[in-house]
């Protein structure tokens, strides 16, 4: 006799509770800029990385509302954000200022800058190596450009230097910005030059973000610039990325692949900036935050972790540089939520009726129910044995090993399966 049969799913639905719990309103974060201990002494114009954990401060000029003006400066100060407290370490070789300064196997190489000779202001093309666990310096070869503000960064066990800008004659009172970026390789105490930057860039600020280095602002000298372009150290390769704002001697900072932008002005110092700009180098767009406490140029900016620093610069009034440091924590983002898991359905509840009215339950694997099936189905067209044996599994009693309950085709009327997660229901009729 031909048999029918009618399939129906359901879906078996889990409903979990849950409590939301509040946060007294004391325990809430505020988002702010906080102050921290100020530094020892003003400055502007000075350097500034992280080593281990700590802040290091290098040099800088003081005494005046520009680094240029101001008294150059040879001190070295480390922080510790743990205790917040500055402590003064061994002094530069050279006192000056408009600095350069990147990490090394946990060595600082202070790179450029300007100092005074005289009454003249000279640009120097000296590199002086800081060790910070020994507090000692030493001196590595000169670059072959003397610079000041120029922008450096460590690549692949290599050292970039960017632009700046330089003395056009030798009394110092013509300077020219420049295009030129110089490669230093620690390993060999050697200097080789690089592809030309697209612009001439005095004061502009550069990161590396996913093995490409990214510039930002400058001028050179007349015209400020609010351009970002893409170096690819590996090929020699320039690429415009996008315009922002007009600004050169700001911090610049990274944090979770974002590049962090704080203060600067633009060219002459005809505005000085609070703001603090977000570039996502991922998706090539700018973005701001809160603002800085006041406006600040000529600082500097570092990161540790998620704490963000600026510390120092001018803001062009009472003839005086700053020694404020400002942080603010950069709330990592939030993970996406993670889809609830697609059920597995690694077991099921085969429920199989007999002509005789009984019903025969087997808790059994997806495999072992789709074995049933495949056996019931071959067997509607008479193909294969008239009997089937089920694994009674956890129901085996007693001393036996194994039970097998063997349950005869034609003795059967219907069967349902129900999986723990989806139930499907199976009903075959005589």
């Known amino acids: 006799m031909k048999r029918k049969f009618l399939i129906t799913i359901a879906l078996l639905m889990v409903v979990l509770s849950s409590t939301l719990y509040c946060l007294p309103a004391s325990a809430a974060s505020t988002e702010e800029w906080t102050p921290r201990a100020d530094l020892p002494e003003p400055r502007m114009g000075a350097a500034a990385v992280t080593v281990n954990g700590k802040i290091y401060v290098f040099g800088g000029a003081s005494d005046s509302n520009q680094a240029f003006k101001g008294k150059k400066q040879k001190n070295t100060y480390e922080y510790d954000p743990s205790t917040n407290i500055w402590v003064k370490k061994t002094d530069m070789p050279t006192a000056r200022a408009g600095l350069s300064a990147v990490v090394y196997n946990n060595k600082v190489y202070v790179i450029g800058g300007y100092l005074d000779v005289g009454t003249t202001l000279q640009r120097t093309n000296k590199v002086e190596v800081y060790d910070p666990s020994t507090d000692t310096w030493t001196e590595v070869a000169n670059m072959p450009t003397a610079r000041s503000w120029a922008s450096a960064v460590t690549f692949n066990d290599k050292i970039y230097v960017f632009g700046g800008g330089k003395n056009a004659n030798s009394n110092g009172t013509q300077n ?71 600004r050169n001697g700001n911090g610049i900072a990274v944090i979770n692949d ?46 540790i972790g998620n704490d963000l620093y600026v510390i120092g610069g001018t803001n062009d009034t009472n003839n005086q540089a700053l020694k404020t440091v400002e942080m603010y924590t950069i709330k990592s983002p939030e993970p996406e939520p993670k889809p609830e898991p697609e059920p597995s359905g690694n077991r099921a509840i085969l429920t199989i009726t007999m002509t005789t009215g009984l019903d025969k339950e087997f808790d059994l694997s997806i495999e072992e129910v789709n074995a049933f099936i495949n056996w019931y189905d071959a067997k509607e067209n008479d193909v294969g044995p ?12 007693g001393p036996f090993s194994k039970r097998i309950d063997y349950v005869i085709f034609k003795n059967i009327l219907s069967f349902e399966v129900n999986e723990y997660s989806t139930a499907i229901s199976a009903s075959y009729l005589q």
């Not at 030129?180 to 004061?203: A, Q, R, S």
């Not at 007349?222 to 020699?236: C, V």
């Not at 089920?390 to 129901?395: G, M, V």
């Open 386 to 397: 008239a009997r089937y044996g089920l694994d009674k599994h956890n129901n085996n009693k």
């Open 258 to 303: 974002k590049v962090y932008l704080l203060g600067g002005a633009n060219n002459g110092l005809v505005d000085i900036f609070d703001t603090v700009e977000i570039y996502d180098p991922l998706t090539n767009t700018v973005s701001s935050m809160l603002s800085l406490t006041f406006s600040r140029t000529q600082n500097v900016s570092v990161s």
């Open 176 to 246: 020219t910005a420049l295009a030129t970026v110089e490669c230093y390789d620690p390993n060999t105490n050697e200097w080789t030059t690089k592809k030309d930057m697209p612009f001439t860039g005095n004061g502009a600020v550069a990161a590396v973000v996913q093995n490409k280095v990214y510039i930002f602002g400058g001028s050179d000298y007349s015209t400020g610039y609010g351009s970002i372009y893409e170096y690819n150290p590996e090929q020699d390769k320039w690429s415009f990325k996008m315009n922002s704002t007009v």
